[in-house]
């Protein structure tokens, strides 16, 4: 296992320095004046324009940029957003905001998927299976920034179950319906590893001896059937995890919730490029950390895995 | 019982061994992909996921068959009629600024297609290659394109396009949207084709095409390839769906499409600064982009499951 940790790790730094290395580049070898693009069609004032060369060394070779870059992304020296705080403050407050809102949509997704699954394997081939996979993939069809929309104005707006934007007050019972659509959007994945391992084990040995000993489906079903299943769906919930982290921007944006996302969104609104930069880095790094953690799960789950 | 001779089991001529045994020469040839055909043919969904995609190339191709409106002539546009609701030449109604909804959704499905297509044909012109000589010559080869490929498959596509629109923002067409996509999302492409490559290559065939005398690069092209390609084109079904997605989120936030071309992103945009008094104007533009990524999303399962022998086996 310690191995298998050791080789992950290995693995991320050339990958850490790709990523952020090609982020870089896209931003600062481009032909022309790379601050000016940054902002698009506004120009910043001079005091702004020379505090961003000298924030990113603009005045030195493209390789030394970089370098100069990495140490203050690892030492913390992101600079400041638009509205003069510290990159790293901003982060200290909006990451807790988006960690939750991602814990529970993934907590939904995975009982929307590993119920639904459930139900679907023990029904396969049958009426309400075939309509169940269908829902899902209509569901997975809807582009989240849609969806989005839909639960605000229908069950927000609508029927009033929920609030309909977020704002400073974020809890558990105020992020519940972005939560929640979020996951409606996701589960057609998950329900169907369920659903093929619920296949798998109905027919396996191990379930035909629990029968054999006299045991009710009532048992069968939860104990031997279902748990067994839930493996796949454990690992693909840890890795829509990882992919969240990195994705809630537009859901952040239409719910007003004050998570990393919605700093993001609003500096694509407001044509903030320097902001984009830092935290669409940030949101890789952290994305390229979950999924060295989800990798370390499944190697938790399924031993195999270490000795491939 | 006198025989002499007394057969347990039928004579070999009166079984109905022989039949089996016998290849039937008028029997239908079978291929892969006819194979797919005939199990796609038994599918209702298909037949659903076919007519709204052939419905969205025809809107593509000549939208003027499906609206008399065209709602890039300067006065199509009737602030009186600012999200006004359907009257007789206008099913759906005015968006705020008084243009015809339904002409607006005729005109941005070519731009939602385009992207689909040439986001599609860049994310194969990448991917293919690249998983292809991996997995097919192997060694520092393989290490080195993987490697890439992990960089690639590491950095989450959709935050990748947003930098590039907002550093290429005086460039913002169909073709920079396509390659800012495409260009990030090839890395899940080469994974595929490098395992399917990896499981080809063992074959007989491959190694008869080589000992036969052609050159490695001979063989990949014209063995190896074609026969570990089904699973990539499923995938770029799947991928066209979402690059649509792609395209009208990047639109949506303001970094995609500029307004003068119709993209259903754009609609659902402007619209949504009235969504809590009028929601329909972005309802409509956004139904169509569901529909749209529903058939493609249908089309690319569908065409998963008939492509993969193993899979029509157990269903």
Same mark, same amino acid.
């Given at each position: 296992?310690?191995?298998?940790?050791?080789?992950?790790?290995?693995?991320?730094?050339?990958?850490?320095?790709?990523?952020?290395?090609?982020?870089?580049?896209?931003?600062?070898?481009?032909?022309?004046?790379?601050?000016?693009?940054?902002?698009?069609?506004?120009?910043?004032?001079?005091?702004?324009?020379?505090?961003?060369?000298?924030?990113?060394?603009?005045?030195?070779?493209?390789?030394?940029?970089?370098?100069?870059?990495?140490?203050?992304?690892?030492?913390?020296?992101?600079?400041?957003?638009?509205? &003069?705080?510290?990159?790293?403050?901003?982060?200290?407050?909006?990451?807790?905001?988006?960690?939750?809102?991602?814990?529970?949509?993934?907590?939904?997704?995975?009982?929307?998927?590993?119920?639904?699954?459930?139900?679907?394997?023990?029904?396969?081939?049958?009426?309400?299976?075939?309509?169940?996979?269908?829902? $899902?993939?209509?569901?997975?069809?809807?582009?989240?920034?849609?969806?989005?929309?839909?639960?605000?104005?229908?069950?927000?707006?609508?029927?009033?179950?929920?609030?309909?934007?977020?704002?400073?007050?974020?809890?558990?019972?105020?992020?519940?319906?972005?939560?929640?659509?979020?996951?409606?959007?996701?589960?057609?994945?998950?329900?169907?590893?369920?659903?093929?391992?619920?296949?798998?084990?109905?027919?396996?040995?191990?379930?035909?001896?629990?029968?054999?000993?006299?045991?009710?489906?009532?048992?069968?079903?939860?104990?031997?059937?279902?748990?067994?299943?839930?493996?796949?769906?454990?690992?693909?919930?840890?890795?829509?995890?990882? $992919?969240?982290?990195?994705?809630?921007?537009?859901?952040?944006?239409?719910?007003?919730?004050?998570?990393?996302?919605?700093?993001?969104?609003?500096?694509?609104?407001?044509?903030?490029?320097? *902001?984009?930069?830092?935290?669409?880095?940030?949101? *890789?790094?952290?994305?390229?950390?979950?999924?060295?953690?989800?990798?370390?799960?499944?190697?938790?789950?399924?031993?195999?895995?270490?000795?491939? | 019982?006198?025989?002499?001779?007394?057969?347990?089991?039928?004579?070999?001529?009166?079984?109905?061994?022989?039949?089996?045994?016998?290849?039937?020469?008028?029997?239908?040839?079978? *291929?892969?992909?006819?194979?797919?055909?005939?199990?796609?043919?038994?599918?209702?969904?298909?037949?659903?996921?076919?007519?709204?995609?052939?419905?969205?190339?025809?809107?593509?191709?000549? #939208?003027?068959?499906?609206?008399?409106?065209?709602?890039?002539?300067?006065?199509?546009?009737?602030?009186?009629?600012?999200?006004?609701?359907?009257?007789?030449?206008?099913?759906? &109604?005015?968006?705020?600024?008084?243009?015809?909804?339904?002409?607006?959704?005729?005109? &941005?499905?070519?731009?939602?297609?385009?992207?689909?297509?040439? *986001?599609?044909?860049? !994310?194969?012109?990448?991917?293919?290659?690249?998983?292809?000589?991996?997995?097919?010559?192997?060694?520092?080869?393989?290490?080195?394109?993987?490697?890439?490929?992990?960089?690639?498959?590491?950095?989450?596509?959709?935050?990748?396009?947003?930098?590039?629109?907002?550093?290429?923002?005086?460039?913002?067409?169909?073709?920079?949207?396509?390659?800012?996509?495409?260009?990030?999302?090839?890395?899940?492409?080469?994974?595929?084709?490098?395992?399917?490559?990896?499981?080809?290559?063992?074959?007989?065939?491959?190694?008869?095409?080589?000992?036969?005398?052609?050159?490695?690069?001979?063989?990949?092209?014209?063995?190896?390839?074609?026969?570990?390609?089904?699973?990539?084109?499923?995938?770029?079904?799947? $991928?066209?769906?979402?690059?649509?997605?792609?395209?009208? !989120?990047?639109?949506?936030?303001?970094?995609?499409?500029?307004?003068?071309?119709?993209?259903?992103?754009?609609?659902?945009?402007?619209?949504?600064?009235?969504?809590?008094?009028? #929601?329909?104007?972005?309802?409509?533009?956004?139904?169509?982009?569901?529909?749209?990524?529903?058939?493609?999303?249908?089309?690319?399962?569908?065409?998963?499951?008939?492509?993969?022998?193993?899979?029509?086996?157990?269903?």
């Amino acid at each position: 296992m310690l191995r298998y940790i050791l080789r992950r790790l290995l693995q991320a730094i050339p990958v850490f320095f790709g990523t952020t290395f090609l982020l870089y580049f896209m931003v600062f070898s481009m032909p022309g004046d790379p601050i000016l693009a940054l902002f698009g069609d506004r120009t910043p004032n001079e005091a702004v324009y020379n505090s961003l060369v000298e924030q990113y060394n603009l005045d030195e070779p493209f390789i030394v940029q970089y370098l100069l870059y990495m140490r203050d992304l690892f030492t913390g020296n992101l600079g400041v957003t638009f509205s &003069g705080r510290s990159v790293n403050e901003v982060f200290a407050d909006a990451f807790p905001v988006t960690l939750m809102l991602v814990t529970m949509a993934v907590i939904f997704e995975f009982v929307l998927a590993a119920v639904l699954g459930l139900i679907s394997g023990l029904r396969a081939g049958k009426l309400s299976d075939q309509f169940n996979l269908v829902v $899902a993939l209509v569901l997975n069809s809807i582009p989240a920034f849609v969806a989005m929309f839909f639960a605000q104005y229908f069950i927000a707006l609508g029927l009033g179950w929920a609030p309909v934007t977020v704002g400073a007050n974020a809890t558990w019972s105020t992020m519940w319906l972005p939560a929640l659509t979020i996951a409606l959007t996701l589960y057609v994945v998950g329900m169907r590893l369920m659903r093929g391992s619920v296949i798998e084990s109905r027919g396996a040995d191990y379930v035909r001896t629990a029968y054999a000993k006299g045991l009710t489906s009532r048992r069968v079903t939860p104990v031997h059937v279902a748990r067994n299943s839930l493996i796949p769906v454990i690992t693909n919930t840890a890795a829509s995890f990882g $992919a969240l982290i990195a994705g809630t921007t537009v859901t952040e944006g239409i719910f007003n919730i004050p998570g990393i996302g919605k700093v993001l969104y609003d500096a694509i609104i407001g044509g903030q490029g320097p *902001t984009i930069v830092s935290f669409v880095t940030i949101l *890789t790094v952290m994305y390229i950390i979950v999924n060295i953690l989800v990798d370390l799960l499944y190697a938790v789950l399924d031993p195999r895995i270490r000795y491939v | 019982m006198s025989d002499k001779n007394p057969h347990y089991v039928a004579p070999i001529e009166e079984s109905d061994q022989t039949e089996i045994d016998q290849v039937k020469l008028s029997e239908r040839k079978s *291929t892969l992909w006819l194979d797919a055909w005939r199990d796609l043919r038994r599918r209702p969904l298909f037949y659903v996921a076919l007519v709204i995609v052939i419905f969205i190339v025809a809107m593509s191709v000549f #939208p003027s068959w499906f609206t008399d409106i065209d709602p890039y002539a300067t006065d199509s546009a009737d602030l009186s009629k600012s999200n006004g609701p359907a009257e007789p030449g206008h099913p759906l &109604g005015f968006t705020r600024q008084g243009q015809d909804i339904w002409a607006r959704i005729v005109y &941005g499905a070519s731009t939602s297609l385009s992207v689909g297509l040439i *986001t599609v044909a860049i !994310t194969a012109i990448l991917g293919v290659p690249m998983g292809a000589i991996a997995g097919f010559f192997g060694g520092w080869v393989d290490s080195l394109l993987s490697r890439i490929g992990d960089i690639f498959f590491s950095l989450p596509y959709f935050l990748a396009a947003v930098v590039v629109m907002t550093v290429l923002s005086d460039y913002r067409n169909v073709w920079v949207i396509s390659v800012a996509i495409g260009g990030f999302a090839w890395a899940t492409l080469a994974r595929i084709v490098r395992a399917e490559v990896l499981q080809v290559k063992q074959q007989e065939y491959v190694q008869a095409s080589t000992s036969l005398g052609r050159s490695r690069m001979g063989t990949l092209i014209n063995h190896v390839l074609p026969n570990s390609i089904t699973p990539a084109i499923a995938y770029l079904t799947l $991928a066209l769906g979402a690059a649509i997605v792609a395209e009208a !989120t990047l639109s949506f936030l303001g970094i995609g499409l500029p307004n003068s071309i119709m993209s259903w992103g754009n609609e659902i945009s402007q619209a949504s600064i009235t969504v809590r008094t009028d #929601p329909l104007p972005l309802i409509y533009p956004s139904l169509a982009l569901i529909i749209t990524v529903l058939a493609f999303t249908i089309l690319g399962e569908l065409l998963r499951d008939a492509l993969d022998p193993k899979a029509r086996a157990r269903r």
